[in-house]
């Protein structure tokens, strides 16, 4: 069997979760080892970031990343999920006017505190919030801090308000609408999502997931390389007296910088992410299959 190690930016379609779209593409590619850094909402569409083989071990280097969405606000509404495929607790005719949305939609811009709704995979005593919450059980949850970084209306489409939204690692963007309608005293839900960034992978990137499962050689060609996510960090090759050190994990002597480097065997196969420090270089991760010379 072919190895494959890299990344796959998919456009992940509504509909699916992550972890279908995860199980569909281990079968696609005909790898055990794969997973995603994010997850989307089975609702949501756009950038979900796939990792196959050994970049699998790259995922804790991008799943704390920033997060860009254009989300749909839609007042006078209350679910049980927090987004308009949820059962409607309440309406509310009385939506206040558009300045009174755009005032209060600014003052959530910053760092925050943020409860995640019982519609969500955060485990509590082994259980997912949503296995409580499909039993009609309310749990005890903390909020957390998040960052909103900005959040821009760049349209109105009859009801909806059209978000584009900038935000941490661990936003629920169906909460932001929730919190945003009960500040106003109307109510809100989130009627649709699209992630547009997660981190360095834009949808400029992505492939939908039909695409991918087209054919096996369509989906080979759409994989990036490991070091695609590194390339913030400037490069260093390994003497070749020192690369067998290297694939070892045994520091070697470096004469870069001191800092982060992407570093490369001599005939430019991507080894690792190594920190120079005082004259020499360590791993912080490597990534160059095992075994081989």
């Known amino acids: 069997m072919e190895s494959i190690n890299g990344i796959v930016i998919v456009d992940k379609p509504a509909g699916w979760t992550s972890h279908d779209v995860v199980a569909k ?34 995922i804790q280097f991008v799943e704390n990343d920033d997060k860009v969405y254009l989300a749909g606000l839609r007042l006078g509404i209350v679910t049980d999920t927090q987004d308009i495929s949820g059962k409607v607790l309440q309406t509310r005719d009385a939506i206040p006017d558009d300045e009174d949305v755009r005032k209060t939609i600014a003052s959530f811009v910053g760092t925050i505190e943020q409860l995640p709704p019982m519609y969500s995979a955060i485990k509590i005593q082994g259980k997912k919030l949503y296995e409580y919450a499909r039993k009609g059980i309310a749990v005890e949850r903390k909020p957390r801090t998040i960052a909103i970084h900005s959040i821009d ?20 963007i169906r909460t932001l609408c929730n919190d945003i309608g009960e500040r106003l005293g109307c109510g809100g839900v989130m009627s649709q999502l699209r992630r547009l960034q997660a981190g360095v992978f834009s949808t400029e990137q992505a492939v939908s997931l039909d695409f991918l499962i087209s054919s096996y050689e369509n989906a080979v060609n759409c994989v990036k390389p490991i070091d695609s996510i590194f390339l913030r960090y ?30 490369y065997a001599s005939d430019r196969s991507f080894l690792m992410l190594g920190s120079c420090s005082k004259g020499h270089m360590c791993t912080i991760k490597s990534f160059f299959e095992v075994g081989s010379e």
């Open 153 to 172: 209306i760049i349209d109105k489409n009859g009801d909806d308000y059209i978000l584009k939204v900038a935000c941490s690692k661990g936003t629920y």
């Open 234 to 263: 400037p490069s260093a090759v390994v003497p070749k007296e020192y690369e067998t050190r290297c694939k070892n994990g045994t520091e070697y002597p470096c004469f870069e910088q001191e800092g982060i480097y992407r570093v």
């Open 25 to 58: 593409l281990r079968g696609v590619y005909r790898q055990k080892r794969i997973g995603h850094s994010g997850t989307l909402d089975p609702m949501a569409t756009g950038v979900l970031p796939i990792f196959i083989g050994r970049a699998t071990r790259a």
